[in-house]
């Protein structure tokens, strides 16, 4: 059966910082693209960072360019989602998912999804 199991979300000041890690079981964790997406309230899901399978490419939103850093430990079957100078506007729901060969931009479109992990940011 196949989990991702995100934590490590909770409430922080602005300007603060969380580490977010995604557990994952069941599949070929090492082979497969993974990614983090957020979703705020009243608002679309949005994909937030990509890493590729060997972890040698990552992407980021404008939006966490330069404050977020996603990594992952293929030995531990784990993805990470280090998130510093935090804002009031990185608040939400934060869900690891997975897909192969490539991760595109639909949430939808991945084959495994996490259940999220709710961040919330006070100003």
């Known amino acids: 059966q196949v989990q991702l199991v995100e934590s490590g979300g909770g409430s922080v000041q602005a300007g603060g910082t969380l580490r977010l890690s995604c557990s994952a079981s069941?599949?070929?964790?090492?082979?497969?693209?993974m990614a983090w997406f957020r979703q705020a309230p009243d608002k679309e899901r949005e994909r937030v960072a990509v890493?590729?399978?060997?972890?040698?490419?990552?992407y980021y939103a404008n939006s966490v360019k330069g404050r977020f850093t996603i990594s992952r430990d293929n030995a531990k079957n784990t993805l990470y989602l280090q998130m510093n100078i935090l804002k009031p506007e990185d608040a939400g729901m934060y869900y690891c998912?997975?897909?192969?060969?490539?991760?595109?931009?639909?949430?939808?479109?991945?084959?495994?999804r996490g259940q999220g992990t709710q961040v919330t940011v006070s100003s």
């Open positions: 069941g599949y070929a964790f090492s082979t497969y693209c």
């Open positions: 998912a997975a897909d192969s060969p490539t991760c595109l931009m639909a949430f939808d479109s991945y084959k495994y």
């Open positions: 890493i590729s399978s060997v972890a040698n490419t990552a």
